[in-house]
């Protein structure tokens, strides 16, 4: 994430860019860090997982508000529009954002999915002292440069995610949430490798079809089974993950709204106008100015 880890800066700003969670939407990504404030909403195709070492913030998510302080941990789908628009100048928050593919690797309640895709915040106040040991080691492991060091960090995040739901926990909602329904293990499978080839391709022209036959399943049966494991359906994670790119380069770069609409894998403007609008609730073209407005 692009944060200067560990250090309190005067009313910092977040800003996005190529290389940050919005620009690389399926890459795992981990944090520890001072959380600067957001000037408006972001969204990103990943699972966030956030735990608030020192300090507190504030999020205004789709549905509801959030105010997380020291030693609270919390789980939500990054998908839905959001934003933090209060860290205090003493806050210190670490975690990672997951892509589905790791997130579906899970051992979760069969309901969890279906409330975190339908814009629920998981929340819990039990932790201890080992989080705020093993979160930053963490991510120190995964930026390592040590294979061996960087595959422990993501399998003890994921352990330690699911622990989450092994004791006592809250969930806070709109009171909106998805009819997405729970997979069995062997169904995650499919999910965990629609999701694996969709991170490699989604730049590319894809569809269904392309989607189904790489993890070896009947495109309907595949449609089928990643709605309800995940409430949305393929085309709809595919357009997704362009859009979280789009946005990065929207925010950071210099390139046309018809080069940013053709790197981010969509195959034309009006698509991809479409597509941003339903998201962003304006065209690419007045989120660029408002962002650079709000900025200056």
Request: aromatic letters at 8%; proline letters at 4%; glycine letters at 6%.
């Amino acid at each position: 994430m692009d944060l200067a880890e560990s250090k309190i800066v005067e009313r910092a700003i977040y800003q996005p860019g190529a290389s940050s969670i919005e620009g690389m939407p399926t890459r795992l990504h981990f944090f520890h860090a001072h959380p600067p404030i957001m000037l408006r909403a972001h969204w990103h195709a990943q699972i966030e997982v956030n735990y608030v070492m020192r300090g507190s913030v504030h999020y205004r998510m789709a549905g509801h508000d959030l105010r997380l302080g020291a030693g609270q941990l919390c789980l939500f789908w990054g998908g839905q529009p959001h934003r933090m628009d209060e860290s205090s100048d003493d806050s210190i928050y670490a975690g990672a954002h997951l892509p589905l593919v790791h997130f579906f690797r899970m051992r979760l309640p069969p309901a969890i999915s279906a409330m975190l895709m339908g814009g629920a915040t998981m929340l819990t106040s039990h932790t201890d002292c080992a989080d705020d040991r093993n979160f930053p080691r963490w991510r120190n492991w995964a930026n390592s440069g040590d294979e061996v060091k960087a595959q422990h960090a993501v399998e003890e995040l994921l352990l330690r995610v699911e622990r989450i739901f092994m004791e006592p926990y809250t969930v806070v909602s709109s009171g909106k949430e998805c009819k997405a329904e729970s997979a069995s293990a062997s169904h995650s499978l499919g999910v965990v490798r629609m999701c694996d080839f969709i991170a490699a391709n989604f730049l590319e022209e894809i569809d269904a079809v392309d989607i189904s036959a790489a993890a070896g399943l009947h495109p309907k049966y595949a449609m089928n089974l990643f709605r309800k494991s995940t409430g949305m359906t393929l085309i709809k994670y595919v357009s997704l993950l362009r859009l979280s790119r789009a946005q990065a380069l929207l925010m950071n770069g210099k390139d046309s709204i018809l080069q940013v609409a053709m790197d981010s894998g969509f195959g034309s403007v009006s698509a991809f106008n479409k597509a941003f609008r339903q998201i962003a609730g304006v065209p690419p073209s007045d989120f660029r100015r408002d962002v650079r407005t709000a900025a200056r």
